[in-house]
């Protein structure tokens, strides 16, 4: 697509904003959407201690994003939030949130997620436990508060707490937010979004409300082909479309007493994910293909009513919500067809079918070689992978707090609630798993595998349906010790209770049972308690300097059993994990107020740490108490004014997180980790901005230019590390000598803005160099020939429009 189809298609997906900003072009508009410099005196108010304070005076490490400045910074998911957060790094795949080091793939988040009040992070009770994330459409701005959040955020806020804060409706005045864009990507499709928010009095002082929608769609630049042939069968394959829609009433029947009722809908359509063959592909010519037969796609839709009461009692304010979050996501975590293929070659190999007798027909290896399956004279062959997440989480948060911001001891405290429904349910279907069976081993599927197939063609299904249910109470109070110095101190406990139900059944669950599935129960109950202790000191009206020390955890849980085939003394619960961190911080003003800085040190150990170990001698996995492991490091933050136009942003987070103790399973004996590995985290990140402000025309406009860096691991995680090669039975081996660290990433980007009449226009590059990183190298196991991988989106051209009143 040229830039003048660009043009077009912009004016086209905007048509319907342009009647409500030309009315409103006359009226006064919001000043145009410069970042915020520290020269202009201006600091955002953030909620992140659960009550209002600027964030140059909140004794924590808190990155804010308004959502003026993530309009002028391109922000458009939290993968551009975490590239603007030190400390932070995300796994798009995933969906997956690291903070300081602390991530895991097992049990409840180490992250907190929340919605306004309300957490949505799940619980990984199988394989691909992804989160969801709100598109920042319509937002009053996130919140990323780095460091273990047990006191105020509870469970699931281990290693910190992302909050999304979205605007609530106005008794007092209208207001309105329009946007859309369009741009394209080199090789590949073209993107396109637009979105209207507006609100304001219904009945003025009474009632007011705010609605919104927007819709996305992200081109893919990913074609889909057949490995034997390389023709294209689904060109620009990996596109995503998301929709939002929000609607909030505000209601004031009294001075005192506000009702906010309010609901959220989401639904994200990935038609196939953004993995690339290596073998098959050449990025350094934007060629990228992948040959995988079924189609790796991910429909998530959620939906979220909440009712808030806030009841302004003079020298305490009652804050209550209530909020249920119903979820559903049904994706093809793994490709079936590529699985199969990898566990099936491992009986071709050694001419031995699955029940161990030596009766190979027709002794292939590899099945999977790097371009694709080999299975001559079969035709093709394809499996899918299902899997189905549901949440069902009921949440009642009710607190008391102080509203005198000048008192001696400011305070909160609270009673927490949540009723959380979760099942996972994993499939393969295999209709071709008789023909394959008869193809290499010269049996039919109940002689091969000992099972026929289940209703709808399904070779294998893992059900788990599960629950979680916590009650806590919560208190954080500061007492301010004189003008200068003040202590808080926080504690939080909890009672908690998880269970689960299991079964799994299917030829491939590797148990002849003679077709009964397998069926298991198990239940968890712990009493955690995580405190915080806290010191400030304001030096002067524009220095902070804090110290913290805080605990954080994650609840224990339950496993499901592993097929006898697996092996036996499994364990089938966990025990929750927990980490202590230790921090330092300064925030301060310097110049004449032109340079602002923020910056923090820490010392984390990680205790117990839930681990999912996959056992390689039949491709499953359960969860255990593993080891523990130390993360150090520090983050800086700041903002300089060079002069009346030219500004200045930079950050720069490092993170060093190793195991500090050797890890074993106690089941097979394979080693799991080394004291001295490296977390699979990025070590060093640095972002560096700056912006130029000028009048042209008698109106604003900007320059921008943003630089981003990811270095690479210098150590190894576990299964990159030889010394875990278990030589003398490579069956239980984690060690996979084909993996290798991510290179070092560096991306750039630049913009250009121009406010006519109340609207601001931009125009826009992302990664501007066409960096293609091989990322996230990956195979099906340690002997898969077959090698994926992921890289940054090409380099993609676009223009943007918004609109404020």
């Known amino acids: 697509m040229n830039l003048t189809s660009s043009l077009r298609l912009a004016l086209l997906a905007t048509a319907a904003l342009w009647p409500a900003m030309l009315a409103g072009a006359a009226q006064a508009a919001d000043p145009p959407a410069t970042a915020a410099t520290p020269a202009q005196g201006q600091d955002i108010v953030v909620t992140a201690t659960r009550k209002a304070q600027s964030l140059s005076k909140v004794p924590e490490s808190v990155s804010a994003f308004t959502a003026k400045k993530m309009d002028i910074e391109g922000i458009k998911s939290f993968a551009d939030v975490a590239k603007f957060t030190p400390g932070v790094s995300f796994d798009e795949d995933r969906h997956d949130i690291a903070i300081r080091g602390i991530t895991s793939k097992a049990g409840s988040g180490t992250t907190g997620i929340y919605i306004d009040d309300t957490p949505i992070q799940i619980r990984a009770l199988g394989l691909n436990a992804n989160n969801t994330l709100p598109a920042v459409f319509d937002l009053d701005r996130v919140e990323v508060l780095r460091g273990p959040q047990g006191t105020l955020f509870?469970?699931?806020?281990?290693?910190?707490?992302?909050?999304?804060?979205?605007?609530?409706?106005?008794?007092?005045?209208?207001?309105?937010?329009?946007?859309?864009?369009?741009?394209?990507?080199?090789?590949?499709?073209?993107?396109?979004?637009?979105?209207?928010?507006?609100?304001?009095?219904?009945?003025?002082?009474?009632?007011?409300?705010?609605?919104?929608?927007?819709?996305?769609?992200?081109?893919?630049?990913?074609?889909?082909?057949?490995?034997?042939?390389?023709?294209?069968?689904?060109?620009?394959?990996?596109?995503?479309?998301?929709?939002?829609?929000?609607?909030?009433?505000?209601?004031?029947?009294?001075?005192?007493?506000?009702?906010?009722?309010?609901?959220?809908?989401?639904?994200?359509?990935e038609h196939n994910n953004s993995v690339y063959w290596t073998a098959i592909s050449d990025p350094s010519s934007g060629r990228f293909q992948d040959g995988t037969p079924d189609r790796m796609a991910d429909a998530d839709r959620f939906w979220l009513p909440s009712l808030k009461l806030e009841y302004d009692m003079g020298p305490v304010k009652l804050t209550a919500n209530t909020s249920y979050f119903n979820r559903r996501e049904v994706v093809n975590g793994y490709s079936g067809t590529l699985y199969n293929l990898s566990f099936f070659q491992h009986y071709t190999q050694v001419g031995t079918d699955p029940q161990g007798a030596s009766n190979c027909n027709n002794c292939i290896y590899p099945l999977l070689t790097p371009t694709g399956p080999n299975l001559p004279g079969f035709g093709p062959y394809v499996a899918q992978n299902w899997i189905t997440n549901t949440q069902e989480n009921f949440t009642q948060e009710v607190r008391l707090?102080?509203?005198?911001?000048?008192?001696?001891?400011?305070?909160?405290?609270?009673?927490?609630?949540?009723?959380?429904?979760?099942?996972?349910?994993?499939?393969?279907?295999?209709?071709?798993?008789?023909?394959?069976?008869?193809?290499?081993?010269?049996?039919?599927?109940?002689?091969?595998?000992?099972e026929d197939l289940l209703p709808g063609a399904d070779d294998y299904i893992n059900d788990t349906k599960a629950h979680d249910q916590q009650i806590a109470l919560f208190a954080d109070g500061t007492f301010a010790i004189n003008d200068k110095f003040k202590a808080e101190l926080g504690v939080r406990y909890a009672w908690t209770h998880f269970?689960?139900?299991?079964?799994?059944?299917?030829?491939?669950?590797?148990?002849?049972?003679?077709?009964?599935?397998?069926?298991?129960?198990?239940?968890?109950?712990?009493?955690?308690?995580?405190?915080?202790?806290?010191?400030t000191y304001q030096a002067t009206h524009d220095d902070l300097i804090y110290a913290t020390v805080a605990k954080g955890y994650r609840i224990g849980g339950a496993t499901p059993p592993l097929p006898s085939y697996c092996g036996t003394g499994f364990p089938n619960q966990y025990n929750s994990d927990s980490v202590l961190s230790y921090e330092v911080g300064a925030k301060g003003r310097f110049f004449d107020r032109k340079l602002q800085l923020a910056a923090s040190a820490y010392s984390i150990d990680w205790s117990h740490i839930q681990q999912a170990i996959y056992v390689t001698v039949c491709g499953i996995q359960y969860t255990?108490?593993?080891?523990?492991?130390?993360?150090?490091?520090?983050?800086?933050?700041?903002?300089?004014?060079?002069?009346?136009?030219?500004?200045?942003?930079?950050?720069?987070?490092?993170?060093?997180?190793?195991?500090?103790?050797?890890?074993?399973?106690?089941?097979?004996?394979?080693?799991?980790?080394?004291?001295?590995?490296?977390?699979?985290?990025?070590?060093?990140?640095?972002?560096?901005?700056?912006?130029?402000?000028?009048?042209?025309?008698?109106?604003?406009?900007?320059?921008?230019?943003?630089?981003?860096?990811?270095?690479?691991?210098?150590?190894?995680?576990?299964?990159?590390?030889?010394?875990?090669?278990?030589?003398?039975?490579?069956?239980?081996?984690?060690y996979d000598a084909g993996l290798r660290p991510d290179p070092a990433?560096?991306?750039?980007?630049?913009?250009?803005?121009?406010?006519?009449?109340?609207?601001?226009?931009?125009?826009?590059?992302?990664?501007?160099?066409?960096a293609e990183p091989r990322l996230n190298l990956q195979h099906q196991d340690q002997w898969t020939l077959l090698y994926e991988a992921e890289t940054l989106r090409p380099r993609t051209v676009g223009i943007s429009l918004s609109y404020r009143y």
């Open 401 to 450: 707090q102080s509203t005198d911001p000048e008192a001696r001891v400011s305070w909160v405290a609270g009673v927490f609630y949540a009723h959380d429904n979760q099942r996972s349910t994993e499939e393969i279907k295999d209709p071709q798993l008789d023909a394959l069976s008869q193809y290499l081993w010269g049996e039919d599927i109940v002689s091969a595998w000992g």
């Open 154 to 269: 509870g469970a699931g806020s281990e290693g910190g707490t992302v909050r999304y804060i979205t605007p609530q409706p106005s008794l007092t005045h209208y207001s309105a937010y329009g946007h859309s864009e369009v741009a394209t990507t080199q090789g590949g499709a073209p993107s396109y979004e637009a979105g209207v928010a507006t609100g304001g009095p219904i009945v003025p002082d009474v009632l007011g409300f705010r609605i919104s929608a927007w819709g996305r769609r992200d081109g893919g630049w990913i074609n889909s082909v057949d490995p034997s042939t390389l023709a294209v069968t689904d060109k620009n394959a990996n596109r995503t479309d998301t929709y939002q829609l929000r609607a909030a009433l505000a209601w004031a029947p009294s001075a005192n007493l506000l009702i906010t009722p309010a609901i959220d809908y989401q639904k994200i359509d």
């Open 499 to 535: 269970d689960y139900a299991n079964h799994n059944d299917g030829p491939q669950d590797l148990l002849d049972n003679g077709g009964v599935a397998a069926t298991a129960k198990g239940k968890k109950n712990e009493t955690p308690l995580t405190p915080k202790f806290g010191l």
């Open 745 to 770: 990433v560096t991306q750039v980007s630049a913009r250009a803005g121009l406010t006519l009449k109340g609207c601001d226009f931009a125009l826009y590059v992302e990664n501007l160099l066409d």
């Open 624 to 734: 255990t108490n593993v080891g523990g492991a130390t993360s150090k490091g520090f983050d800086l933050q700041g903002q300089y004014q060079v002069n009346r136009n030219l500004s200045l942003e930079f950050t720069v987070g490092y993170t060093d997180a190793e195991y500090s103790s050797n890890s074993a399973d106690t089941v097979t004996g394979a080693i799991l980790a080394l004291k001295g590995d490296a977390l699979d985290v990025v070590p060093l990140t640095v972002t560096l901005g700056a912006q130029y402000d000028f009048t042209l025309w008698e109106q604003s406009g900007y320059l921008r230019a943003d630089y981003e860096y990811e270095s690479n691991r210098t150590r190894p995680i576990p299964n990159e590390d030889i010394n875990t090669e278990n030589l003398a039975n490579p069956i239980i081996s984690y």
